[in-house]
């Protein structure tokens, strides 16, 4: 099982960002894929998630009308645009897989059962 993530770099305050998030097959079918962040010092925060079968979506409070979720059931990847993007958003973003879906209520990192290596977004001021 492999996720693997990209999209990440250097912007500006305002600017905007596309991650991807190429999973297994098999990974794609049975998981709920979300976007968490960390940033030095901070707890791992739940962005974003999708439920490529359900197409259900959850999104964290500090991103909901900045960060889009998305997904391409053809090429097994789930997107992350993110617009409008400020200081605090700098971190580093990660992908997983959760066997349980995605609840569309919250998101919890204990059950994600696979990550992705990380990619790191930085916003200038």
């Known amino acids: 099982v492999q996720l693997v993530e990209s999209g990440g770099g250097l912007v500006e305050t305002g600017g905007s960002l596309r991650l991807s998030c190429a999973a297994s097959a098999s990974t794609f079918d049975d998981y709920g894929i979300g976007w968490f962040r960390q940033a030095p010092g901070k707890e791992r925060e739940g962005v974003s998630c999708?439920?490529?079968?359900?197409?259900?979506?959850y999104y964290g409070d500090s991103v909901k009308g900045r960060f889009t979720i998305s997904v391409d059931n053809g090429k097994n990847t789930v997107y992350l645009q993110m617009n409008k993007l400020s200081p605090e958003d700098t971190a580093v973003y990660y992908c997983g897989a959760d066997p349980l879906g995605c609840s569309g209520y919250g998101m919890y990192a204990g059950r994600y059962e696979y990550w992705g290596q990380g990619t790191q977004v930085t916003v200038s001021s």
């Open positions: 999708i439920g490529p079968r359900d197409g259900r979506k």
